[in-house]
C-alpha cells in the first residue's frame, strides 16, 4: 500500500517502546546476588522502619499481609541490560508501611538480611512506586529471588530491589548503599540510563 518504512517504530533504538536504552529481553529470570543466598523463613522475617526519633515500627509475615496485598503487572530493568516485561508480581504497597510513620527526612536506607543496602528516597517509594513483594509469577518468590519478601520499585533499576528486605531506616539526605558506593547511580533511572556515576 505504499507504506513508507522508514525505521519509525522499527528496530531503531531498543525496539519495543517500553524498553529502556540499552536493554534487552530476557525470558528466564536471571538471579544476581553479591554473596550467599540468606536463609529466612516467614515465621522469622520482620520489617521494621526506623525514624529520627529512634521510633521502630515493626511488622512480622501476619501483620505485613493485614495491611492488604495488590497485584501487579510491570516490567524490571536490571543495569546488567535485561529487562522483563509484564511480569506479574504480588505485594504490600510501601506507603501503606508509612501510613503512622512520623519523620521530616526524605531517604532510607534499605536494609537487608545479609547485609545488603541500597538508599532511596521516599519520592520513589509512594504513590504505587514500590512494593514489598512477597510473590512473583503467580509462586511465593523463591530464597535466590529474595523471598520471603524483598523490595520492588520497578520504575528503578533493578539493584534498588533489595532482596531478603528487613527494613528502612530514614536519612535525612541521600547516602550511598552497597552498589551505589561501589560506583553505581544514586538513584539509577533506566529510562536516563543512570548506571554509573
Ligand atoms: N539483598 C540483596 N538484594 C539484591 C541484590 C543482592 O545482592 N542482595 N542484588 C540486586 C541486584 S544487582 C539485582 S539485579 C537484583 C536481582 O534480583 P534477582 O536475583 O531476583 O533477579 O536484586 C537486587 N537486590
Ligand atoms: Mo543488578
Known amino acids: 500500500m505504499g507504506v ?6 522499527g528496530q531503531r533504538g531498543s525496539g519495543h517502546p517500553r524498553l529502556p536504552p540499552g536493554q534487552t529481553i530476557a525470558d528466564d529470570w536471571p538471579v544476581l546476588t553479591a554473596g550467599p543466598t540468606p536463609d529466612v523463613t ?16 515493626r511488622w512480622d509475615w501476619n501483620a505485613l499481609h493485614a495491611l492488604g496485598v495488590e497485584d501487579i503487572v510491570t516490567d524490571i530493568h536490571c543495569v546488567t541490560h535485561w529487562s522483563k516485561l509484564d511480569m506479574p508480581w504480588r505485594g504490600v504497597p510501601v506507603e501503606r508501611l508509612f501510613e503512622n510513620v512520623d519523620t521530616t527526612y526524605d531517604y532510607v536506607m534499605v536494609e537487608s538480611t545479609g547485609g545488603y543496602t ?14 514489598i513483594a512477597t510473590e512473583a509469577e503467580g509462586e511465593p518468590l523463591s530464597a535466590e529471588n529474595g523471598g ?5 520499585v520497578p520504575h528503578l533499576y533493578f539493584w534498588k530491589s533489595a532482596k531478603w528486605v528487613s527494613g528502612m531506616r530514614l536519612m535525612p539526605d ?21 548506571r554509573y556515576w
Open 4 to 9: 513508507i518504512n522508514s525505521g519509525f517504530g
Open 42 to 57: 516467614e515465621d522469622e522475617w520482620t520489617f521494621t522502619i526506623i525514624t529520627e526519633s529512634g521510633a521502630e515500627h
Open 118 to 131: 541500597t538508599n532511596l528516597a521516599l519520592d520513589d517509594l509512594f504513590d504505587g512506586q514500590a512494593w
Open 148 to 152: 520471603p519478601a524483598r523490595l520492588l
Open 174 to 194: 541521600d547516602e550511598p548503599g552497597f552498589w551505589e558506593q561501589n560506583g553505581y547511580h544514586l538513584r539509577g533511572d533506566p529510562w536516563q540510563e543512570e
